[in-house]
Nanobody, 121 residues
Framework: QVQLVESGGGLVRPGGSLGLSCAASGKIFRIDTMAWYRQAPGKQRELVAIVPLVGRATYADSVKDRFVISRDNALNTLHLQMDSLKPDDTAVYYC???????????????WGQGTQVIVSS
């Protein structure tokens, strides 16, 4: 199994910045894509940004030019730098990893427990 643990959420004023981190551990053979999702109260979970093992990241239009996703493949960590935050960014943010636990296994989706981000004055 693969465990994901997020950190870095909190309360920030509009226009401020916040960084999130996610650490993957456990029986990891390979991690393919890693991503951040978020879910606001009363809304469906949505993709914020996704980064492949090799290649460029893609972003939701609502966060483009404000958020930057990055990963450290050696440490199996994922980060999200969030700038120019807006009240609409308030949500629980979830780390996601598509990983396999051995050479012969298939890729499966793993999720963190979520970290709360509140943007409010």
């Amino acid at each position: 199994q693969v465990q994901l643990v997020e950190s870095g959420g909190g309360l920030v004023r509009p226009g401020g910045s916040l960084g999130l981190s996610c650490a993957a551990s456990g029986k990891i053979f390979r991690i393919d894509t890693m991503a951040w999702y978020r879910q606001a109260p009363g809304k469906q979970r949505e993709l914020v940004a996704i980064v492949p093992l090799v290649g460029r990241a893609t972003y939701a239009d609502s966060v483009k030019d404000r958020f930057v996703i990055s990963r450290d493949n050696a440490l199996n960590t994922l980060h999200l730098q969030m700038d120019s935050l807006k009240p609409d960014d308030t949500a629980v943010y979830y780390c996601n990893a598509r990983a396999k636990t051995s050479y012969y296994s298939v890729y499966d989706d793993y999720w963190g427990q979520g970290t709360q981000v509140i943007v409010s004055s």
